[in-house]
């Protein structure tokens, strides 16, 4: 497979997974305000609860925004043509590793050596 196909693999992945995402945030969003509009005429424990989940779709919805982010940024540079560099070192990141995680921006052994950092 050449680089371009690659690439375009890659560009339809994240449309793909862009796509699902935004149609979870939507669906929470519906979610929600339906909640919203049920508590209005529960029971304090029905509140609770409706609350508890509020706050895990609260939270579950902070990292899909910030996948989407890593997303659009990748589509981005697809567009721009500097999709694949890593940004510490600037050398291409394996094919590998994209495919695996079209988001990335390091390549394997700068992503290595900002873990062995944190230690």
């Keep these: ?54 706050n895990l779709k609260v939270a579950l919805s902070g990292m899909e925004v910030q996948r989407l982010r890593q997303i659009e940024e990748a589509l981005r540079k697809i567009e721009e043509g500097t999709y694949g560099y890593c940004e510490e070192c600037g050398e291409p990141i394996e094919e590998g590793r994209l495919l695996a995680k079209p988001f990335a921006t390091l390549c394997i052994s700068c992503k290595e050596a900002k873990e062995r950092q944190k230690f």
């Excluded at 939507?26 to 305000?33: G, I, L, P």
């Design 1 to 54: 497979m050449t680089k371009r196909e690659t690439v375009e693999k890659i560009r339809k992945i994240l449309l793909e997974e862009k796509a699902k995402i935004l149609a979870k945030l939507e669906r929470a969003r519906e979610e929600q305000n339906a909640a919203r509009e049920k508590q209005a005429v529960g029971d304090e424990v029905d509140s609770a609860v409706e609350m508890e989940m509020e």
